[in-house]
């Protein structure tokens, strides 16, 4: 447990003792009872971004049905358990058991008797490795002509409970609704939450320009563009090209699949320019029709173009490696499942903040100076506000500053080394050369009659990461 953590800890019980019997109890024992679990990460974004594809491409199976099913406009809870097993919590209280049915193109929960309007979210448990670090949320499709489907996203992620600590957000392109459904999370009253914990990814990406061979490369110009607009780093830590689909084949691909893809890589180049070419019967391919047909639907067309190319290679890995899916992957882990600990402790301050306001009971003064106590001495949360303030632009600096100080507090990894722009493997002598420099750059800011009181503020918190860096190497050296 993190210091962090234990000083939130005794703050909520309090919180709890004060707010027994009425009516922000049940949200505070949320609350409580999440602070143990894994990070919880929405995955959002319009209808047919390709959600339920990216995150069965995360967990590493068919988890998250791809179809049009009823079930695609329920919020679904995949978290990690001893075995497969799911329940429907109803809207009018409790939940009951429902059943798995284990299909080509998810597992699929069968409501039986129950209606969608009876289900107010499906949680499913798996024994997933990928779920031990962070629970998934799968959600409905904003854009979708179902109204209700649309509102059980807003209602999750702009409800003040802190139910979800981060967001993964779809996009296709950059729509309007998109800014605006960004807009709405991070500003949502009790849930003021920061670009620091959502991430864009700009999805589908193998389908650009009909897929054609460079779609990947130019979906990474795509998101240069949007993670170098102001606007968009205001709402998001960073955006990421990924395709779900390449991912999800990666895990997929049984032996035949493979064999099969063997055979064709001699074909013509004519074979591949376009879908209908690729599956129409033809004696001289090795492959037959029916085969190249389920190829396809596996990879789409880039995925054939790009596995065709590859030659002597573990076509698995070379797939997921193209996909995206690896840059995403480290970005959860180090943006979000290692700042776990912060982005709860926000969750709760955020919540008490509220809770208080709402319901001013005689204790409540208390509690407001105890949460502002927590939130000036903890130095987690201070680097996140300065991140905010850097990506939000109320910071200012030159550009390769702004960088400098966005990396040194955790913006691109918690690690030592990271932080000090240095190798995963950097030696004690270079993490501490690193670290004078770095020490001797933000005194020199902090004294600088040029700095405004903002880069001198975040010149502070630069000093204070310096020395926990320095206090967490000497104690590694003891």
Same mark, same amino acid.
């Given at each position: 447990m993190s210091e962090l953590a234990a000083r939130i800890r005794p703050l909520l019980a309090d919180a709890l003792d004060v707010y027994s019997g009425r009516p922000a109890y049940d949200r505070l024992r949320v609350l409580a009872d999440h602070l143990d679990e894994p990070l919880r990460v929405a995955i959002a974004g319009r209808v047919k971004a390709g959600k339920s594809t990216l995150l069965n491409a995360l967990v590493g199976r068919p988890i998250a049905a791809t179809d049009a099913g009823e079930c695609t406009r329920i919020v679904t809870w995949y978290a990690h358990g001893p075995s497969p097993r799911a329940w429907a919590h109803l809207r009018a209280g409790g939940r009951t058991p429902v059943p798995l049915k284990d299909a080509a193109t998810g597992l699929g929960v069968e409501l039986g008797t129950l209606t969608l309007d009876d289900v107010a979210q499906v949680r499913v448990e798996l024994p997933a490795p990928w779920l031990e670090r962070m629970t998934l949320i799968d959600t409905p499709g904003l854009g979708s002509l179902t109204p209700d489907a649309e509102a059980?996203?807003? %209602?999750? #992620?702009?409800?003040?409970?802190?139910? !979800?600590?981060? !967001?993964?957000?779809?996009?296709?392109?950059?729509? #309007?609704?998109?800014?605006?459904?960004?807009? !709405?999370?991070?500003?949502?009253?009790?849930?003021?939450?920061?670009? !620091?914990?959502?991430?864009?990814? #700009?999805?589908?990406?193998?389908?650009?320009?009909?897929?054609?061979?460079?779609?990947? %490369? #130019?979906?990474?110009?795509?998101?240069?563009?949007?993670?170098?607009?102001v606007r968009v780093r205001g709402l998001v830590h960073t955006v990421v090209p990924v395709s779900g689909l390449l991912a999800s084949a990666a895990a997929m691909l049984s032996t035949e699949d493979i064999a099969a893809l063997r055979a064709l890589a001699g074909s013509p180049a004519s074979l591949l320019l376009s879908a209908a070419r690729f599956v129409r019967p033809d004696s001289r391919i090795p492959v037959p029709a029916a085969v190249r047909r389920r190829l396809l639907g596996t990879l789409g067309l880039h995925g054939l173009r790009h596995v065709l190319t590859l030659s002597n290679v573990d076509l698995r890995a070379a797939l997921t490696e193209h996909s995206g899916l690896p840059a995403l992957s480290r970005l959860l882990l180090t943006q979000f499942a290692d700042r776990r600990d912060t982005f709860k402790a926000e969750s709760v301050l955020r919540v008490l903040d509220g809770v208080t306001a709402a319901d001013p009971v005689p204790a409540a003064h208390r509690i407001r100076e105890a949460a502002e106590r927590i939130r000036v001495n903890a130095h987690e949360l201070a680097e996140i506000q300065v991140l905010t303030q850097v990506r939000t632009g109320e910071i200012t600096g030159s550009a390769g500053r702004l960088a400098t100080l966005e990396r040194l507090l955790g913006g691109s990894g918690t690690s030592a080394p990271t932080r000090l722009d240095l190798p995963p493997d950097a030696t004690p002598e270079s993490v501490a050369v690193a670290l004078a420099e770095q020490r001797a750059l933000w005194a020199k800011v902090s004294r600088s009659p040029l700095s405004d009181h903002g880069m001198i503020n975040a010149a502070g918190v630069a000093l204070r990461t310096c020395a926990g860096i320095a206090s967490t190497a000497a104690g590694r050296v003891s």
């Open positions: 059980r996203t807003t %209602d999750l #992620l702009s409800t003040p409970t802190g139910e !979800v600590d981060a !967001v993964i957000y779809l996009m296709r392109h950059l729509h #309007l609704s998109d800014k605006d459904f960004l807009e !709405v999370f991070h500003r949502t009253p009790f849930t003021d939450t920061t670009p !620091v914990n959502a991430i864009g990814v #700009l999805s589908r990406a193998d389908e650009i320009g009909g897929g054609r061979p460079d779609a990947m %490369d #130019l979906a990474e110009r795509a998101a240069t563009i949007y993670r170098s607009d």
